[in-house]
């Protein structure tokens, strides 16, 4: 298929898009794309409605998500890919995200409040409660509709940033525990848009932990810094993946397959076939 084109980062209503995993497929879809992953931080809980929804539009779904995680003080994003997605490893390590998530949103939000910035904490519950694993840009959101800032933007660089007054970094779950989750689980790990990190050396040092893969091509990624990450896992011999970080109307500029891979590369990352 030379035409086949895969977007294998996206976010659904199941993390912090606002897109529900089946307006996803109709999406990917009628952006001309043949392939999809969906990788919601922390959550696998798109993949109940996007399997048979993929199956009726005749999308390729390979499983996926987006685990925060922290080596040391250096803040990772690792994606999941071609991961069982009834692991008992896997369904765990994100109730424990959920959880640890939970707890620090209270600890913002009481920070928010002493600051004399207290938001309905009703709808976040409500969402929490239904395992979202909601986080900073839902607060920050939250935020802006109580009227206390006048964009996420002014949320974070005021309020809940890094360092900021009202920040805080709750519990962590390290980067090689994840990827051994990962693995167990049958999948494979991939290091996430390592150009947005704060120095290449610092990204290239985590690839001596046992990545499967490295995300090179991402929406807001540069010819240039393309072929550098190329070239840095052809040079380890590791995979390569690539998609957009679509998060819907909260992101307006980043569409559903600016960033994609062929049929080769979803090939090579997905084995589990989810969409026959
Ligand atoms: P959390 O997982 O709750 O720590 O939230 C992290 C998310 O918040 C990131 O994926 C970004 O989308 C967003 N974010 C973090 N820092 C900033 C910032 N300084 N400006 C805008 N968005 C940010
Ligand atoms: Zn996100
Ligand atoms: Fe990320
Ligand atoms: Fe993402």
Known sequence: MTNFRADLHTHSTCSDGTKTPEELILLAK???????????HDSINAYE?????AKEEGIWLGAGVEFSTMQGSLSVHLLGYDIDIANEGIRALCKRHLDRRID????????LDRSGMRVDRT?????????????RPHIASALVDAGFVPSIQQ?????????????????????????????EAGGKAFLAH???MRKAKEAIALLDKPFDGIECYYSKCNPDQERFWVGIAKERGLLVSGGSDFHGDVKP???IGCSWVDQDTFSKIFTRNWWS
């Open 30 to 40: 009628k952006a001309g794309l043949k392939g999809l992953s969906i990788t919601d």
């Open 49 to 53: 409605s996007a399997i048979p929804r």
């Open 104 to 111: 620090r949103n209270k600890r913002i939000l009481d920070k």
């Open 123 to 135: 709808p976040l519950e409500e969402m929490w409660d239904r395992g979202v694993p909601i986080g």
């Open 155 to 183: 949320a974070f660089n005021q309020w809940i940033g890094d360092g900021k007054p009202c920040f805080e970094r709750g519990d962590s779950i390290t980067t090689d525990e994840t990827i051994e989750v990962v693995h």
């Open 194 to 196: 390592p150009h947005l």
């Open 253 to 255: 500029n980043i569409p």
